[in-house]
């Protein structure tokens, strides 16, 4: 309770005990304090109060615990489990939702949808992650390697590539409909090896054919190919570092073997981790996007509209997709191995 209230309240039993009327004590408060310092209403509740013996001006002390423990109860059950509900902790403490709401947003929390990530990460996963990420920052910081870096992945394309959409509808109106796409649309496999200068090869694969060890090797011979094309400096000066994931063709047998014979080095890459591959986090999403609602009507259509994606990307996009690395191997080791969310 403010001073000034009090006041006015002290004002109020000073009338009273005058003989006053509630109406005659509001006025007369109100042209001292100005119109809004005490309303009829409140006055008539004080004089009532007043009547009946009790001339303690002060608030009677409030039931429950003390706010700043329910607070710090919230937030406790928050931590505890980040999916429940507001009604819940209400629930749980005897408090109205709103009053955790309240609270929840004073602290700096608001509900947002969870995010899927690629794998539940074990310990292992995760120090694997921290490790790789950690010798990987240290060597490139004593001998920069990312101009000689080379990755690769793979991804389907899709020739139907439908979005759903939002569409203002009226309160008691029922939403477009739109047809759901076929459960096995048609799709085609795309290869693609860059670096931080652009793309340097990529291959469309027969419709409905995927990747295997055998093919994989011929590629790498493909690749080889066009590198000496187009990065003969890879070639003439300390090679390439070849970067891929650890899909089961990429790191066989004989996909190994291949590698060593071209005289490449394999940069590690922790298991699960599509967050710390260049394809996945940089080209593919933005592929992706291009992709959105496009309709290809044929694998022709496929190859040029790829063709034109990656003819039309500024060198500085791709750069930037390698370029980026280190910094995100820091996070991971920042973050004790835990997923990149971006």
């Known amino acids: 309770m403010s001073e000034e209230k009090e006041e006015i309240r002290y004002i109020l039993k000073f009338y009273y005990k005058k003989g006053k009327n509630a109406t005659q004590a509001a006025k007369k408060i109100c042209d001292v304090y100005g119109h ?63 009053t955790v709401l309240n ?41 920069p390697f990312l101009k000689r870096l080379i990755t690769g992945d793979e991804k ?37 090896w860059w670096d931080w200068k652009g793309i340097v090869h990529y291959e469309l694969l027969p419709s409905g054919q995927t990747i295997d060890s055998n093919l994989y090797c011929q590629q790498l011979e493909r690749l080889r190919q066009a590198i000496e094309k187009t990065r003969p400096e890879l070639i003439n000066r300390k090679g390439v570092v070849f970067h891929r994931d650890n899909a089961r063709p990429h790191v066989s047998i004989a996909t190994r073997q291949k590698l060593r014979e071209l005289g490449w080095e394999v940069l590690m890459h922790p298991p699960y981790s599509p967050d710390l591959a260049p394809s996945d986090y940089h ?60």
């Open 36 to 98: 809004d310092a005490v309303s009829i209403r409140v006055a008539q509740s004080w004089f009532k109060r007043f009547q009946s013996g009790n001339f303690d001006v002060k608030d009677a002390p409030r039931s429950g615990r003390p706010i700043t423990e329910k607070v710090d109860e919230i937030m406790e059950i928050i931590e505890q489990d980040r999916h429940i509900s507001s009604y819940e902790i209400g629930k749980q403490l005897n408090i109205d939702h709103k």
């Open 103 to 143: 609270h929840l947003q004073k602290a700096g929390y608001k509900k947002k949808l969870d995010v899927w990530v690629p794998h539940d990460l074990t310990v292992k996963n995760l120090m694997d992650r921290f490790s790789i990420c950690e010798s990987l920052l240290k060597r490139n910081d004593i001998e």
């Open 156 to 192: 389907w394309i899709t020739y139907d590539n439908n979005v759903r959409k939002r569409s203002w509808t009226k309160r008691n109106e029922a939403p477009q409909t739109v047809a759901k796409p076929k459960l096995t649309p048609r799709k085609v496999m795309l290869s693609v």
């Open 283 to 342: 080209l593919f999403r933005s592929l992706q996007n291009s992709l959105n609602g496009t309709k290809l009507a044929s694998r022709e259509a496929c190859e040029n509209h790829l063709s034109q994606f990656f003819a039309q990307k500024s060198h500085k996009f791709y750069s930037d997709g390698i370029m980026v690395l280190p910094q995100r191997w820091q996070k991971v080791v920042e973050q004790n191995g835990t997923y990149l969310i971006s």
